[in-house]
C-alpha cells in the first residue's frame, strides 16, 4: 500500500509558475514510476508527465513541453512538477500517481495509487 500526499496547488495568473509536490509513504520499496494527470470541469483525466524512479527517465504530454518539468528526490520521497509560463487551459485538478512497474505508461488505468488533487487555476 502507497500513500500520495500532494501540495502546491493555487491560483496564479497566466504567465505565472507554481511547483507541485507529492510526498510518497507506506510501501515505497517497490514503486518505480510516478506521473502527473490533471482532469478539468467536463473533460477526461489527461496525462500530464511521468518519471522512473532509479533512473529520472522523463516524458510528457505535447502540451506541457518545454513548460512543465517533473523531478524526483529518492531521499524524501517525493515527486514535483514545476509549471511554468501557465495559461488559462492548465486549469484543472492535478493528480499525483504512483505504480509499480519500471515502465513507462501515458494511461491513467496503468497506475495504482492516487493522491487526492490538489486545484490549479489560471486566470486572463
Known amino acids: 500500500q502507497v500513500q500520495l500526499v500532494e501540495s502546491g496547488g493555487g491560483l496564479v495568473q497566466a504567465g505565472d509558475s507554481l511547483r507541485l509536490s507529492c510526498a510518497a509513504s507506506?510501501?515505497?520499496?517497490?514503486?518505480?514510476?510516478m506521473g502527473w494527470f490533471r482532469q478539468a470541469p467536463g473533460k477526461e483525466r489527461e496525462f500530464v508527465a511521468t518519471?522512473?524512479?532509479?533512473?529520472?527517465?522523463?516524458r510528457y504530454a505535447d502540451s506541457v513541453k518545454g513548460r512543465f518539468t517533473i523531478s524526483r528526490d529518492n531521499a524524501k520521497n517525493t515527486v514535483y512538477l514545476q509549471m511554468n509560463t501557465l495559461k488559462p487551459e492548465d486549469t484543472a485538478v492535478y493528480y499525483c500517481?504512483?505504480?509499480?512497474?519500471?515502465?513507462?505508461?501515458?494511461?491513467?488505468?496503468?497506475?495504482?495509487?492516487w493522491g487526492q488533487g490538489t486545484q490549479v487555476t489560471v486566470s486572463s
Open positions: 518519471i522512473t524512479w532509479s533512473r529520472g527517465s522523463t
Open positions: 500517481a504512483a505504480d509499480n512497474s519500471p515502465l513507462f505508461s501515458t494511461a491513467y488505468f496503468a497506475y495504482d495509487y
Open positions: 507506506g510501501r515505497t520499496f517497490s514503486t518505480y514510476r
